[in-house]
């Protein structure tokens, strides 16, 4: 089995298998001893959606994993694919237009495929699989 990712967090609603598990995510700097004194530690607080049919109730703490492969394909969805989809229409565009046109034609690029994702976000639903166990 490869390796995870484990989060502890608080369920925030379970309804027919819905389960909205609340998690707080912290930089990698927010565990060091000078995080007082340093404006580079944060901390955010998620929300996660997970299917199952477990009897969860609301407030109770919980155990969120996943596996480790899930950070990279979100990276790769998140930021590789938009870095070269605007590369190539940056430099594709500077053959033809100015560079103010053509970074403003590079960031609409984006639109369109953020559009997709928008529209394909039950497909990433099932690609991006988390489980929860109570925390005993």
């Known amino acids: 089995m490869g390796e995870t990712i484990e989060h502890t967090g608080i369920i925030l609603s379970a309804d027919n298998g819905h389960i909205k598990v609340q998690i707080q995510q912290n930089s990698a700097c927010a565990a060091c001893h000078a995080n007082g004194a340093c404006s580079a530690a944060d901390t955010a607080d998620k929300v996660i959606e997970v299917f199952d049919n477990g009897d969860y109730h609301v407030g109770q703490l919980v155990h969120l994993y996943g596996a480790s492969s899930l950070g990279m394909k979100a990276v790769f969805y998140a930021f590789l694919i938009p870095?070269?989809?605007?590369?190539?229409?940056?430099?594709?565009?500077?053959?033809?237009?100015?560079?103010?046109?053509?970074?403003?034609?590079?960031?609409?690029?984006?639109?369109?495929?953020?559009?997709?994702?928008?529209?394909?976000?039950?497909?990433?639903?099932?690609?991006?699989?988390?489980?929860?166990?109570?925390?005993e």
């Open 83 to 135: 870095f070269f989809i605007m590369v190539v229409v940056l430099f594709v565009s500077m053959a033809y237009f100015t560079e103010l046109e053509s970074g403003l034609y590079a960031l609409l690029s984006l639109l369109p495929y953020y559009v997709v994702l928008f529209f394909f976000r039950k497909s990433f639903r099932k690609a991006f699989v988390f489980q929860i166990k109570p925390i």
